[in-house]
Structures are given as structure tokens and as C-alpha cells.
């Protein structure tokens, strides 16, 4: 099966009637269809539309809901937690991140935390709602029914991968840096196991205590992802795992005994921050511009391979998919054309690569 590109709007209509037949209200659809969407088009193939047919068994079985509305759990001036009482992620965060902007706008600061949303999928899909605004933001998240990372030295599973992703507004393209505090994500490891090849790095752990890059030992045998540094330095991701699932499971009030059969539904932490309450966003920006032209004009070790910013490339692929078609893979656009079969819905048309 070869890869196939989808013009946009043409792929954004087909995921939302997806999402539609599935029972998801007009609103829900729509943006579960956008959040997906931005995930290919900056790049994150893994969390785009690859995800839709798990999204729509979702809605079909009642795992997530195709209607309803946050609950508000406690609300400050700057703060809300809220309970997604098992909506679409997808629909969720980018709801959370416009709150946090309506937060900050006023106050300088915004923090929304979300428990019990369905999965997010890429968390780079929502950063540009505050870039946008020329607001800087901070997006975590955990999913507290699942382990697959283990904490340096050990080989058990007890993290997710967890997420993490800022977005700063500058005065010309944002920077973008979407992550995982494990040394790569399992959707990763997932597909490098779907296509039969070995990850471009040691990442997991067997239960052995063996360091390997075979995806076969984490799908089949058991083994656990290395939290970020890998082998030897695993003790910072291990720190920045215990962080991220504090500020989420910990502020929502929602922990891994809480959550045992909630499947891939995530908690959320989202901050977003108004430069302007500082020293200004003139300054904010002054500053960032020198600090990134900086790093751009570092010496590079290969000179065929200059210094990025982080979000660079994911741009770039934005404004070529988005002229171009969205680059469908091959391990997506047949799980799109049997969705369509099976709900009714009429597949996008195909443009040439």
C-alpha cells in the first residue's frame, strides 16, 4: 500500500461525518476532526487520523461521549479543574486551552486541570490557540489507568509516556516542542513494531533488565519504555515523569488508584502565560528573538545539518501539506477506507504525491 495525500477541507469533512455516525454531536465532531487533523498536518502521523477508527469505536462503544459538557470542579480567578466526565479529548483540550487564554488575558496567567478527558492525541495540535494570541503555554498530560515507562533502575512498568509540549510566541513563526518524558513515545514503538523494523535507539527495557531497541520486547514480552535518557541518565526523565503526573493526577485529584478502569481516558494539565502581565510583551519578544537567532547561529556539527528551532520543521510541513494535501501513510489511509465502509461515509478524494 502506497501513501496517498488528502486536500485538508476534504479530510476535515470526511473525519467529522466519521465522528458523526458515530454519535458525536455536530460541536464534538467538528473539533475532534480538527484536533486530528492538525496532528498530521504538523507532522505527528502517529496522532492524526491514524487514531480515528479508535476514536470512533470509542463513541460507538460509550467509552468516550458524543454529547454532554465539562463539569467545573473549582474555579479562581486564574484556576479551574474540571471533570470531562469521559468526552473526547479531542474535543477537551482545546477547550481548555481557550479558557486558560481567557484566564490569562485577564489575570496574566491561566491554569485549567482536566481529568477523565478520552485520549488528546497530539498535544502540538493546541499550542498555536494561545501562540496565536501571542500567549505563551505549557501542556501536560498523563493517562493513569496505563503504565508502560519504568523508573530509572528498574524494570516495571509504572508511568505513562506522558506528554509534555509548549508553545512561545515570537515575533515571527512560534516555537513548537511537543514531547514525551519517555525516551520515545508508544505510539512509536508501535509502529516501528506494524512495519517490523527496530527503533533508531535503545528505548525500552526488558523485564530482565536488558536495554534493547526491539519493539517486540515491549508489545510482546513485556518489557517497559526508559524514561527520558535512556540507560544511563534515565534519572531525568524519571524526575520529569514524577512532575507531569503530580500536576495532573496530583492537582485533579485523580490518581492511578482512582482511575483503574478508565482505559486511555488522560488528565490534562494546561498553564497558559500573557508576556504582557511581565515585563512586557515587546520585551518578551526582544528577548526570545535574540536567544533563538542565537541557537540558529551556532557552529553546527555537520554543516549540511544547521541548528533548528524546536516546531521548525513541524511548520514547514504545515505549510507544505496544507498547499500540497495532507501525506496520509501506509498504515493509515487503510484504516480510513475501512472506517468508511463500515460507517456508510464517503471516502476524500485522493490527490497525487
Not at 504538523?42 to 459538557?69: I, W
Not at 489507568?145 to 505513562?160: L, N, T, W
Not at 506494524?194 to 530482565?208: T, Y
Amino acid at each position: 500500500m502506497t501513501q496517498v495525500r488528502v486536500a485538508k477541507t476534504e479530510l476535515l469533512q470526511f473525519a467529522t461525518s466519521c465522528f458523526e455516525k458515530a454519535g458525536a454531536r455536530a460541536d464534538i465532531a467538528k473539533t475532534m476532526a480538527q484536533s486530528l487533523l492538525w496532528g498530521d498536518l504538523l507532522g505527528f502521523n502517529t496522532h492524526g487520523m491514524r487514531r480515528l477508527p479508535y476514536n470512533v469505536k470509542q463513541l460507538q462503544t460509550g467509552a468516550a461521549s458524543g454529547s454532554g459538557e465539562v463539569t467545573v470542579l473549582n474555579s479562581r480567578a486564574a484556576v479551574e479543574t474540571w471533570d470531562a466526565n469521559a468526552l473526547p479529548g479531542l474535543y477537551v483540550a482545546p477547550l481548555a486551552v481557550e479558557k486558560a487564554c481567557e484566564m490569562a488575558i485577564h489575570a496574566g496567567t491561566g491554569t485549567v486541570v482536566v481529568r477523565r478527558c478520552e485520549h488528546v492525541a497530539s498535544l502540538a495540535a493546541y499550542l498555536q490557540i494561545a501562540t496565536d494570541k501571542g500567549l505563551l503555554v505549557n501542556l501536560m498530560a498523563a493517562t493513569p489507568a496505563q503504565s508502560s515507562v519504568a523508573p530509572a533502575g528498574g524494570v516495571s512498568r509504572v508511568f505513562s509516556p506522558n506528554p509534555y509540549a509548549i508553545g512561545v510566541p515570537t515575533s515571527a513563526d512560534p516555537m513548537l516542542l511537543d514531547m514525551s518524558f519517555s525516551v520515545t513515545a508508544a505510539g512509536k514503538v508501535r509502529q516501528a513494531y506494524d512495519r517490523g523494523e527496530l527503533l533508531p535507539w535503545p528505548a525500552i527495557v526488558s523485564a530482565s533488565g536488558e536495554i534493547t531497541n526491539n519493539p517486540k520486547v515491549y508489545i510482546e514480552d513485556g518489557g517497559a519504555l526508559l524514561p527520558l535518557g535512556g540507560g544511563d541518565l534515565g534519572y531525568k526523565g524519571y524526575g520529569l515523569c514524577l512532575q507531569s503526573e503530580l500536576w495532573t493526577l496530583g492537582l485533579s485529584g485523580y490518581g492511578r488508584a482512582d482511575a483503574i478502569n478508565d482505559g486511555e481516558q488522560n488528565t490534562l494539565f494546561v498553564q497558559v502565560i500573557d508576556p504582557e502581565a511581565f515585563a512586557g510583551k515587546a520585551a518578551f519578544e526582544r528577548v526570545v528573538d535574540d536567544l533563538l537567532q542565537r541557537c540558529k547561529n551556532a557552529e553546527p556539527i555537520d554543516k549540511n545539518q544547521p541548528v533548528r528551532i524546536p516546531g521548525s520543521g513541524a511548520l514547514a510541513k504545515l505549510k507544505e501539506q496544507a498547499e500540497r494535501g495532507v501525506l496520509l501513510d501506509e498504515l493509515t489511509w487503510p484504516r480510513l477506507q475501512h472506517c468508511a465502509e463500515k460507517l456508510g461515509v464517503e471516502l476524500p478524494a485522493t490527490l497525487g504525491l
